[in-house]
């Protein structure tokens, strides 16, 4: 199959998988304000599918046309579940697999996926394998390491030596998890070890990334490949905008609009409950006159019709 990796621009710009946000809702909502240029889908665990099927992850596959290229970022420590999950994904039309290596989260890292890859190298290179065997291009996200930052240059000696198409790396360890600054000053010597061992692997980075015009300035700094932004979309939607303007009251508005329509639509795929809605409505309900009160209102609502009606009251 087409490696996509090799036709980005650069640097190029990926929306960061985050669980239980970057769903094919989210990611529409975030194509209407600015579109990165590769999409992932949620981490999506390929041992509880392997075992149960579709109705173990949700609807953290489900993707949609328009949304090119996109990878499928799986996780697990069993290279068996792993091959037959990212074979389905080739399936499904998905463009790569990624393999996450970095979740600090224990629902991940007690049975050996996430970030407790960094802690069995062998395994690791085993799941990298597995995936590959689905035809599609493999890329691994990563962390510098799991207790110690000093673990960072073994550890993504390790990876590189996989022949994987890209390398994005968060750059923190598991243990600090995001509690300290990201480690931007490591970046130029993780670029040079990438230079000297796999100069055909791409280097994204990841952690701390506000927007299009940051990332710029560390790839202008640093000569990085690609960035990645999770966070910085949850302070600013437009974050992958060429435009660094702050934006009307009205277009952050006609975002969550364009959210509750996706909700309603893609309802039966995800079969998430309206609450879960309520954690994104802090990303457009800010900034503006009056925001703090709006907000406490669309929190206290159990519809996405209430909502409509409360914005609609708006003046």
Not at 113 to 140: D, R
Request: charged residues 25%; contains cysteine.
């Amino acid at each position: 199959m087409k490696n996509f990796w090799v036709d980005l621009p650069t640097p190029f710009y990926i929306l960061a998988p985050m669980e239980a946000v970057t769903d094919v809702v989210f990611r529409h909502v975030i194509a209407d304000a600015a579109a990165p240029d590769v999409w992932f889908s949620e981490f999506t665990n390929a041992t509880g599918w392997a075992v149960a099927g579709d109705r173990a992850i949700g609807g953290r596959l489900v993707k949609t046309d328009d949304e090119q290229p996109i990878v499928a970022q799986l996780w697990g420590s069993a290279p068996e579940a792993m091959e037959k999950l990212a074979r389905h994904c080739a399936e499904l039309g998905f463009d790569g697999i990624d393999i996450n290596m970095g979740c600090p989260d224990k629902s991940a890292t007690k049975s050996g996926g996430g970030a407790a890859m960094i802690c069995n190298p062998e395994n690791a290179a085993a799941i990298i394998a597995a995936a590959k065997t689905s035809g599609l291009p493999v890329s691994v996200k990563t962390r510098l390491g799991y207790s110690r930052i000093d673990e960072w240059q073994e550890w993504l000696t390790h990876i590189l030596q996989q022949d994987v198409v890209n390398l994005t790396i968060h750059l923190r360890t598991k243990k600090e998890m995001s509690k300290v600054p990201a480690h931007f000053e490591l970046i130029p010597a993780i670029k040079q070890l990438r230079d000297e061992i796999a100069p055909h692997t791409l280097l994204t980075i990841n952690g701390d990334i506000r927007d299009r015009a940051h990332g710029d300035e560390l790839v202008a700094e640093t000569g990085v490949d690609g960035v990645m932004i999770g966070r910085g979309v949850f302070h600013n939607p437009f974050a992958f905008s060429t435009n660094p303007a702050p934006r009307s009251r009205e277009a952050l508005l006609s975002l969550l609009r364009r959210q509750l329509d996706l909700y309603d639509h893609y309802s039966n795929h995800t079969g998430r409950p309206y609450e879960t809605l309520k954690r994104f409505y802090k990303i457009y309900v800010r900034d503006f006159d009056g925001a703090a009160e709006l907000r406490d209102k669309l929190m206290h609502t159990k519809t996405t019709d209430e909502v409509r009606r409360i914005l609609a009251s708006l003046v």
